[in-house]
């Protein structure tokens, strides 16, 4: 079998909002997809020959599989991912978790998603979740830019 390339991150990734690999002076984006999905639009990826890469593939929590391989012109090339990370368990009542003020008006929205979606409400769902969403890439933004949140990464 061909090898196939996969990065390890160091803490739990909940969702990565962007990803490019550097091509010199310009970045290229790459697309991601959950490896259940990915199989089923490439269940031959084992014999995909190497080249520029155009997604990353989750395939645990911390493990991401870049596909196609780079070839020689692509490997060792700058990757740069934003995304949010899944917090550590807080140990004692005194600690406090890392969230920044602004991830502070989601949680209600994020609460009445998963609310409509057991309602089976897929509408209402999709508005809360929306809402959610975006407060969550601002919250992004502002801890990629300044100390903000620790949840946010940025990896270059």
């Given amino acids: 079998f061909p090898v196939t390339i996969t990065?390890?991150?160091?803490?739990?990734?909940?969702?990565?909002?962007?990803?490019?690999i550097s091509g010199g002076t310009t970045y290229f984006p790459l697309k991601t997809i959950d490896f259940n999905n990915?199989?089923?639009?490439?269940?031959e990826f084992l014999n995909q020959t190497d080249g520029k890469p155009e997604m990353l593939v989750r395939m645990t929590d911390k493990n991401w599989m870049m596909f196609p391989n780079p070839d020689t012109t692509w490997t060792g090339k700058a990757v740069a991912i934003y995304g949010s990370v899944l917090p550590n368990d807080l140990t004692s009542t005194s600690?406090?978790?890392?969230?920044?003020?602004?991830?502070?008006?989601?949680?209600?929205h994020y609460c009445a998603w998963l609310f409509f979606l057991a309602l089976n409400q897929p509408e209402k769902a999709a508005n809360e979740y929306a809402t959610f969403d975006g407060l969550r890439k601002l919250n992004m933004k502002t801890a990629t830019s300044t100390r903000g949140s620790l949840l946010s990464l940025r990896v270059n």
């Fill in 7 to 20: 990065s390890t991150f160091n803490k739990t990734l909940l969702r990565i909002d962007h990803a490019a």
């Fill in 38 to 43: 990915f199989i089923r639009v490439y269940p």
């Fill in 95 to 108: 600690e406090e978790p890392p969230l920044s003020v602004t991830l502070h008006h989601a949680y209600p």
